[in-house]
């Protein structure tokens, strides 16, 4: 009888285990599947009509939800924007078919069929310019795409919403400032050298895909720095953040979500997309919209309910 119970006492722990296992399993598929829609609003005074909405997306590293995107145009259409804000990675620098046939092209064009679309260069847009021999035309070919459907990469540019009294920078950052392993800091005066003075009177949007350079992205004063790269740290503990970087780095100071220094607001987006690690844990991947207010009153009177 003794070695009946304990045989079913085991049968019944190890029964719990795979349970346990399984839904572990079901939880990380979850996690690393789809898209969820995350929103912040902000008060600008120097913003010339009473609001202003704009998506962000970054890191969608050729990802597909749907046929030609389909998931993620229909919530970005929900959202009604007045511009799209792409910071970043959008492909994934690894040889691909001709990018016509691009997953994340083909989306960026049926973007630009409804909205304006800014686009600010990531770390895989610049492999693909940096190391010719290994991807041979591959630079050329996406950027003839994207003038091809109307989209400029800012490359160390701006470009004006003039009825919105925004200026959207695109800042090119050089391979040795993404660096693994350690940091090389951007030197101090980087940004004046590249962009110019950003003109304080009015909103200051910086597209800078490497959020671990906020603190000397802020000593140039811009309003907004939209920021991706990270991918929320791949796994988020809760009360620790995210686990790691793509510079290998241990729970980053920077991972996702809205951070603060003097002047300057980071948005640091998790991603819509994976590569190399295709996981995510307590780290869903994002379409991120902002709304920016005149005023508090502005802002009562407008917010949209979700």
């Known amino acids: 009888m003794a070695e009946i119970v304990a045989s079913n006492r085991g049968a019944v722990i190890i029964a719990a285990v795979l349970m346990v296992f399984l839904l572990a399993v079901l939880f990380v598929y979850k996690e690393s599947t789809g898209f969820r829609v995350v929103r912040y609003s902000f008060v600008n005074n120097k913003l010339k009509k009473p609001s202003f909405r704009f998506v962000m997306i970054s890191d969608m590293h050729d990802c597909i939800y749907g046929e030609r995107n389909c998931e993620v145009l229909e919530a970005i259409d929900k959202e009604q924007p007045e511009a799209i804000l792409l910071a970043g990675d959008m492909v994934t620098s ?24 800014y686009y600010g260069i990531g770390n895989h847009e610049d492999k693909l310019r940096r190391c010719p021999d290994e991807f041979p035309g591959k630079f050329k070919e996406l950027t003839d795409e994207l003038a091809r459907i109307g989209i400029h990469m800012l490359l160390d540019e701006k470009v004006s919403i003039d009825e919105a009294g925004i200026d959207i920078y695109g800042l090119d950052m050089e391979h040795e400032y993404y660096r693994k392993l350690k940091t090389n800091w951007i030197p101090d005066g980087y940004l004046e050298g ?29 309003d907004y720095v939209l920021s991706g790269h990270v991918h929320g740290g791949i796994i988020n503990i809760p009360l620790l953040g995210g686990v790691i970087s793509p510079q290998l780095k241990l729970f980053p100071k920077y991972d996702a979500g809205v951070f603060h220094k003097d002047k300057s607001t980071m948005i640091l987006s998790r991603g819509l997309g994976s590569h190399t690690v295709p996981i995510r844990v307590f780290n869903k991947a994002e379409v991120v919209v902002v709304d920016l207010y005149r005023d508090e009153a502005d802002r009562g009177r407008l917010q949209r309910s979700v």
């Not at 690894?94 to 679309?117: Q, W």
């Not at 590249?194 to 004063?221: C, M, Q, V």
Request: aromatic share 14%.
């Open 94 to 117: 690894y040889m691909e078919p001709e990018y016509h046939d691009s997953n994340a092209v083909r989306f960026i064009e049926d973007l630009a069929g409804k909205y304006p679309v």
């Open 194 to 222: 590249k962009l110019g003075t950003n003109d304080r009177s009015r909103i200051s949007i910086l597209l800078a895909h490497n959020p671990e350079h906020f603190d000397r992205y802020a000593g140039w004063e811009p």
